[in-house]
């Protein structure tokens, strides 16, 4: 589930030689399956340990998940690395925001996973998301704006030049059209 480098071993191993007996730490992740998703590594005394964790022996020490997490931690890897601005500790979850999909996976899931983990991470700075309403019979991925990016002046650009073009090129055959059905209005909200 969790690779943890030979260097983030032996540096967690210093941390926790310092922590009481039995410290182990935990790895987990805040708003799991959502576009603000984000990873943590954290201490975990023995009686923080719940009876439905998930416990992953490491070299002298455990990592420990809670149950929700795990799914969006597969392929996580964390590591220590050092150069000539320092050391630090680096966690990489590619699969924090949606869990990773099945290798049947239908349309509806895997333009769904792209969306959370591609498209909507990049909206978010802008306050802005959108949703996937549904496929049509003739191919058309049918989406709704929503956020910062309702009544924003760039939605089409960034519908067309963007997000159009990256699912037509990631589903190619699968998809022949992507179409906006957001009610535009302007507002406090929006984006310029």
């Known amino acids: 589930m969790i690779n943890i480098s030979e260097s983030a071993q032996t540096h967690f191993g210093k941390l926790l030689s310092q922590q009481g ?3 182990n730490i935990r790895v987990f992740v ?4 959502t576009s603000t998703a984000e990873c943590g590594v954290s201490y975990c005394p023995p009686e923080a340990v719940e009876a439905t964790d998930i416990t992953l022996p490491f070299n ?10 795990a799914p969006y931690l597969e392929e996580a890897e964390i590591d220590f690395v ?3 601005m ?6 990489k979850a590619p699969n924090a925001k949606a869990k990773k999909l099945s290798d049947d996976a239908s349309l509806v899931e895997r333009i769904n996973y792209m969306i959370e983990t591609d498209i909507n991470p990049g909206l978010a700075s802008h306050g802005g998301k959108v949703m996937l309403v549904e ?6 991925a049918v989406l709704q704006f929503g956020g910062g990016c309702n009544g924003c002046s760039m939605v089409d650009v960034t519908l067309k030049d963007g997000i159009e073009k990256q699912m037509l090129s990631q589903f190619a055959g699968e ?3 992507v179409k906006d059905e957001t009610e535009h209005q302007a507002g406090e909200h929006s984006y310029y």
Not at 86 to 91: A, M, P
């Open 82 to 84: 050092t150069d000539q």
């Open 21 to 23: 007996e039995g410290t």
């Open 175 to 177: 998809i022949n059209a």
């Open 30 to 33: 805040v708003n799991p399956g």
């Open 60 to 69: 002298g020490f455990n990592a420990v998940v809670d149950q929700e997490s």
């Open 135 to 140: 496929v049509t019979e003739d191919k058309t």
């Open 86 to 91: 320092g050391s630090q500790l680096t966690l």
